[in-house]
């Protein structure tokens, strides 16, 4: 059986690094962002083995190629906090949803309306549905009932979907008023 070396994730090479940069003039650009020269590929590996830096391939398709002089590790953690940064501007969207049933006891349906408001506070649609088991598809009146209910100890919110029977589930969709 042959022995796979794999490398760790945080190591993986996601730029063309070093000895695997293909040209024969580039354009030289060291950590702080100033352009050193214009140099040939020896000379540029020269540089990084006297200021103990890697060469970063950033601009391939410029002429002549940009090869940055910096610390690859240190580029890659920049990176990936600049990565997490942007991420956390976006905002969360989608839908929750919260199950109830016709005769939910009040402790049950106090935690559904807490964890209805959470979502809510957070962003999210909340999408609430009443399943009708058996003979309870007789009491629709009362299963409308026990959703408006619900959605009256939420507080500030409209509706985005009115409750409507969809087989033999009552759903309703919520948003938080704005």
Not at 28 to 50: C, K, P, T
Not at 154 to 176: F, H
């Amino acid at each position: 059986m042959r022995s796979v070396i794999r490398r760790p994730k945080s190591i993986q090479i996601k730029h063309v690094i070093n000895e695997r940069i293909q040209g024969e003039q580039f354009r030289l650009i060291d950590a702080h962002g100033e352009q050193i020269s214009i140099v040939n590929r020896l000379q540029a590996l020269a540089y990084r083995q006297e200021h103990n830096v890697d060469l970063v391939l950033v601009a391939q398709h410029a002429q002549p190629p940009v090869v940055k002089a910096i610390d690859y590790h240190k580029f890659l953690y920049q990176e990936e906090k600049k990565n997490k940064e942007s991420r956390k501007g976006q905002k969360k969207g989608g839908t929750k949803d919260i199950q109830l049933s016709l005769f939910i006891g009040d402790g049950d349906l106090e935690r559904q309306v807490k964890k209805a408001q959470e979502f809510l506070a957070e962003g999210y649609q909340v999408r609430t549905k009443l399943r009708l088991k058996g003979r309870e598809m007789g009491k629709q009146d009362m299963a409308h009932q026990r959703i408006r209910g619900f959605i009256s100890k939420l507080g500030e919110v409209s509706l985005a979907v009115e409750p409507k029977l969809q087989g033999r589930i009552i759903m309703a969709v919520v948003v938080r008023k704005k």
